[in-house]
């Protein structure tokens, strides 16, 4: 018997991150401009997940290729916030509402696909995937560039800090350069994707990285919130997926011991 994950490629995000930038106010994904990011952004949906955000995943059993052997599919759990009939509500550990696990063709009893249709031990049952929820990343798509768009981008940032006579943070948590804030939402992925990958800011002269009274992990988080729309609220699936789409490497969500930096 093998062990095999489908849709599980998440990684765990660190609750401060998601608490601080929750503060300021979830489309479709494509191929990332070049980025080659479009295989890996699929299904954006939101899902079961616990207190660090990470995945709960369900465990089937299925037939393997090889005949008389099984093997393990874990499986990403969608949820829905609407009420399903026939489908009592659960507490989702990430944020404590009650919400509907969306049933899927793994589950026992599951009806069998319509003729013609092609479906895995993963998908939901055709009957219920009105129910499935993109998560919605709105103004946090404009971070899906190519690498050397966010080099070019960390340059601009990394300019605008060295020939600053002040650096300080505006009301929003916003880094302010000489009272004019950086605001754009390419830059800021930018300075995430450093913050999270180094614990720096090229050009701010401290490191760890830190402003005022936000250290690297408030700043972090404030530059999520900036980048992304004023309307459309934060969650910890676009949090999560945001991740992804900046190129934040998973050892570095689950062991910043790896910046070799004192947090």
Known sequence: MRRVTRCGMLAGLLPM????????????????????????????????????????????????????????VFCV?????TSIPAVASVENP??????????????????????????????????????VHEAELERLNMARQPDEVKDRKLSDVMIKLLTA?????????????????????????????????????PGLGVEPASVGSFDTWMLAAASVGTASGKETPITIDSVQYYNRIVGVADEYLANPGVWEVDF
Not at 77 to 81: G, Y
Not at 106 to 126: F, H, K, N, S
Not at 171 to 197: F, K, N, Q
């Open 17 to 72: 991150l998601f608490v601080i930038a929750a503060a300021r106010t979830e489309a479709a994904p494509d191929d990332g401009g070049g980025s080659g990011t479009g295989d890996v952004f699929a299904d954006l949906i939101v899902v079961l997940r616990d207190a660090n955000g990470v995945p709960l995943l369900r465990q089937f059993e299925v037939p393997s290729e090889v005949p008389g052997l099984t093997e393990e």
């Open 77 to 81: 759990q969608p949820i829905s916030l």
């Open 94 to 131: 990430a944020d404590g509402r009650q919400v509907y696990l969306i049933p899927l063709m793994g589950d026992p009893g599951a009806p069998p696909p319509p003729e013609g249709e092609e479906v895995e031990v993963c998908d939901p049952q055709p009957a219920y995937a009105m129910y």
């Open 165 to 201: 006579d002040e650096i300080t943070l505006d009301g929003a948590g916003r880094i302010t350069v000489d009272g004019v804030p950086i605001d754009a939402s390419p830059e800021h992925a930018a300075i995430y994707l450093s913050l999270m990958s180094s614990g720096t800011i």
